[in-house]
Every structure is written in structure tokens, then in C-alpha cells.
């Protein structure tokens, strides 16, 4: 399990609203929750150059880990190879519920081919069928993994962040893994 620190300069524990003085961290099961159900992600990469790069993916929770795919040539990939570091963020498009996450680690290449098949299998009891290629595989993901046309990369959280809101109080919870 992590550490769990709430920084009350970002929560409503610091504010005379209330209810602030009732306000805590949110707790690392609930945010792995809402990591296993969220759908789309958004995985923010540098290029070698320094500039930023962010896209939106799909991505499963398995195990403690993040996973997304792509295609080796496309810019995340590239990014990925010269610097390991990246972010992935998911939550509300909401002022005034919800929880936002970011995940923050070093994005490894997954080669063996037994994981790649538990990261589809984890892919598809989350997205379902309808994600899946008529081939029966994931976006064709075992073949393109097998051919070279799809690379899968695994994101242990170093840090996390979790930014709550909810009955007008507000929570940033800060996990060390």
C-alpha cells in the first residue's frame, strides 16, 4: 500500500466552509477503483526535443499497473523510447464532483507475450466485446504485437494524485508508492 498524505494547501481542510474540518484523504482502494473503471485516459509524453505531448488512450488497471497500447511509430512510442517518464490522467469534466487521477511512473515495454495476453484479456473484461477486432483479439493487438505493428507498455505508479470534489469541499490526496 502507499502513503497517503492529503496537502491541505489544495483542500478544503484549510478553508472556514462547512464540513472542511471533516475533509481527508481519499483513500488508495477508492482511487484504484476508479482507475479500474475509468475508460479514457490521457498520456502525456516528452518528445526528445522537451516539448510536451499528450493523447488520449484507452488503458486497463491489472495488478497494480497501468497498461496502454500504440504502434511503434507513433509519437508516444517514440517519446516513450528516449524518455521513459510519463503521466496518465483520468477523471470529471466537473467543477463541482469528482475525482481526477494521475498516475505517474516510467512506461516499460511489456515483451513477454504471456503478460501481453493478460493485459487483452484485462483489456476486454473492461471495454468488452464491441472493442475488440472481428479476428477476436483486441484491436488485433496479439497479431500486431506478434508482427511488430503494436507495442505495450506498463506504467507502475511512482507517485499518484487525486483531486476530489464533492458537496462543495475539496481534496488533493498525494500517494508514494
Given at each position: 500500500m502507499p502513503t497517503t498524505d492529503l496537502d491541505?494547501?489544495?483542500?478544503?481542510?484549510?478553508h472556514p466552509r462547512p464540513g472542511a474540518e471533516n475533509v481527508t484523504p481519499t483513500p488508495w482502494p477508492e482511487a484504484q477503483?476508479?482507475?479500474?473503471?475509468?475508460?479514457?485516459?490521457?498520456?502525456?509524453?516528452v518528445r526528445p526535443d522537451g516539448?510536451?505531448?499528450v493523447t488520449p488512450v484507452i488503458a486497463?488497471?491489472?495488478?497494480?499497473?497501468?497498461?496502454?497500447?500504440?504502434?511503434?511509430?507513433?509519437?508516444?512510442?517514440?517519446?516513450?523510447?528516449h524518455n521513459a517518464h510519463c503521466a496518465l490522467t483520468t477523471g470529471r469534466n466537473?467543477?463541482?464532483?469528482?475525482?481526477?487521477?494521475?498516475?505517474?511512473?516510467?512506461?516499460?515495454?511489456?515483451?513477454d507475450p504471456?503478460?501481453?495476453?493478460?493485459?487483452?484479456?484485462?483489456?476486454?473484461?473492461?471495454?468488452?466485446?464491441?472493442?475488440?477486432?472481428?479476428?477476436?483479439t483486441f484491436h488485433g493487438i496479439?497479431?500486431?504485437f506478434r508482427t511488430g505493428r503494436a507495442v505495450v507498455f506498463a506504467v507502475e505508479p511512482g507517485t499518484a494524485y487525486g483531486f476530489g470534489r464533492e458537496g462543495g469541499l475539496f481534496t488533493h490526496t498525494r500517494w508514494a508508492f
Open positions: 491541505p494547501r489544495y483542500s478544503s481542510a484549510i477503483r476508479r482507475l479500474e473503471e475509468a475508460e479514457i485516459f490521457w498520456v502525456s509524453t516539448r510536451l505531448h486497463a488497471w491489472h495488478e497494480g499497473v497501468l497498461y496502454f497500447s500504440t504502434g511503434p511509430e507513433e509519437q508516444k512510442a517514440k517519446n516513450l523510447a466537473s467543477l463541482t464532483e469528482g475525482l481526477d487521477l494521475i498516475v505517474e511512473g516510467r512506461a516499460e515495454q511489456v515483451s504471456a503478460k501481453v495476453e493478460e493485459v487483452i484479456a484485462a483489456y476486454e473484461a473492461k471495454y468488452g466485446a464491441h472493442i475488440t477486432s472481428p479476428e477476436g496479439s497479431d500486431a
